[in-house]
């Protein structure tokens, strides 16, 4: 997959990950876990998060942020992605799933970690991960992305 696709994505991510961060760290008022959550044809993601990191059942956490960086540049990338099959398990849809790990892990890794102190928190202390709301990959995307973006690979 080429990653160069994810460049809106990320550039979004880059500029307002960290104030959306801030928002969560500000409710949650201590550890937390912070989701991105999609569907399973990847059509826009939105920010799920909940006390602890206990990542039972967060599709139903009523904790959520809808930002326009997340949704509207992924939902873009999927459109212009006409040799993905998003419906069905594929390769491709495996690699799709990656290139989005790997640019999400990337702007995690970038927030500073002033951002962590300011509430009296350590990064460990939050637990980011990214998830389907149901379908393909859904234990698989989990798993593989609780590694990826808590610095784990």
Same mark, same amino acid.
């Given at each position: 997959?080429?990653?160069?696709?994810?460049? =809106?994505?990320?550039?979004? !991510?880059a500029?307002? /990950? =960290?104030?959306?961060?801030?928002?969560?760290?500000? $409710?949650?008022? @201590?550890? !937390? $876990?912070?989701?991105?959550? %999609? %569907?399973? +044809?990847?059509? @826009? &993601?939105?920010?799920?998060?909940?006390?602890?990191?206990?990542?039972?059942?967060? *599709?139903?956490?009523?904790?959520?942020?809808?930002?326009?960086? /997340?949704?509207?540049?992924?939902?873009?990338?999927?459109?212009? &992605?006409?040799?993905?099959?998003? &419906?069905?398990?594929? +390769?491709?849809?495996?690699?799709? $799933?990656? =290139?989005?790990l790997?640019?999400?892990?990337?702007?995690?890794?970038? /927030?500073?970690?002033? #951002?962590?102190?300011?509430?009296? #928190?350590?990064?460990?202390?939050?637990?980011?991960? $990214?998830?389907? *709301?149901?379908? +393909?990959?859904?234990?698989? /995307? #989990?798993d593989?992305?609780?590694?990826?973006?808590?610095?784990?690979?």
């Amino acid at each position: 997959m080429d990653d160069s696709v994810f460049k =809106a994505f990320s550039e979004g !991510c880059a500029e307002n /990950l =960290a104030d959306s961060v801030e928002e969560i760290l500000e $409710a949650a008022g @201590g550890s !937390c $876990a912070i989701g991105f959550i %999609t %569907t399973d +044809d990847f059509y @826009g &993601c939105y920010l799920a998060w909940n006390k602890g990191h206990n990542l039972t059942d967060y *599709s139903k956490w009523e904790n959520a942020l809808y930002p326009d960086y /997340l949704y509207q540049p992924l939902v873009d990338i999927v459109d212009g &992605c006409s040799d993905i099959d998003f &419906c069905e398990r594929s +390769d491709e849809k495996w690699a799709f $799933a990656e =290139a989005l790990l790997k640019g999400l892990a990337e702007r995690i890794k970038e /927030l500073p970690d002033g #951002l962590f102190m300011r509430h009296s #928190l350590a990064r460990k202390d939050v637990l980011f991960f $990214a998830a389907m *709301s149901d379908g +393909d990959y859904v234990e698989e /995307l #989990l798993d593989a992305s609780v590694k990826r973006l808590n610095g784990n690979i």
